[in-house]
């Protein structure tokens, strides 16, 4: 297992931006593909947008155009910038690791912690 360590979360007014890192433990980073989830309170946790080891991206609809997810390998970071965000976007955010095994059999991967976004006036 991999082990993720996310920051960046915090207090933002509406319109506004943050950006989230998860930084990884261990040297089979790059071949990872790598996950941004949220959870908010009384919800499921959802996806909101994968970057698998070659850097393609697919994302939810509901963060389309708003989100980028990207990579830097050298660092064992991915990172999720969030623009414009909105009331609705509050959660925890949580990063996702898969070994290219785990996506083969759809396993379950290795979780950060959570970092807590708050989008308030």
């Known amino acids: 297992q991999v082990q993720l360590v996310e920051s960046g979360g915090g207090l933002v007014q509406p319109g506004g931006s943050l950006r989230l890192s998860c930084v990884a433990s261990?040297?089979?980073?790059?071949?990872?593909?790598m996950g941004w989830y949220r959870q908010a309170p009384g919800k499921q946790r959802e996806l909101i947008a994968v970057?698998?080891?070659?850097?393609?991206?697919n994302y939810a609809d509901f963060v389309k155009g708003r989100f980028t997810v990207s990579r830097d390998n050298a660092k064992l970071t991915v990172y999720l910038q969030m623009d414009s965000l909105t009331i609705e976007d509050t959660a925890i955010y949580y990063c996702?690791?898969?070994?290219?095994?785990?996506?083969?059999?759809?396993?379950?991967?290795?979780w950060g912690q959570g970092t807590q976004v708050t989008v308030s006036s």
């Open positions: 261990g040297s089979l980073f790059s071949a990872y593909t």
């Open positions: 996702n690791a898969k070994s290219p095994l785990e996506v083969v059999t759809s396993g379950p991967g290795s």
């Open positions: 970057i698998d080891r070659k850097g393609s991206t």
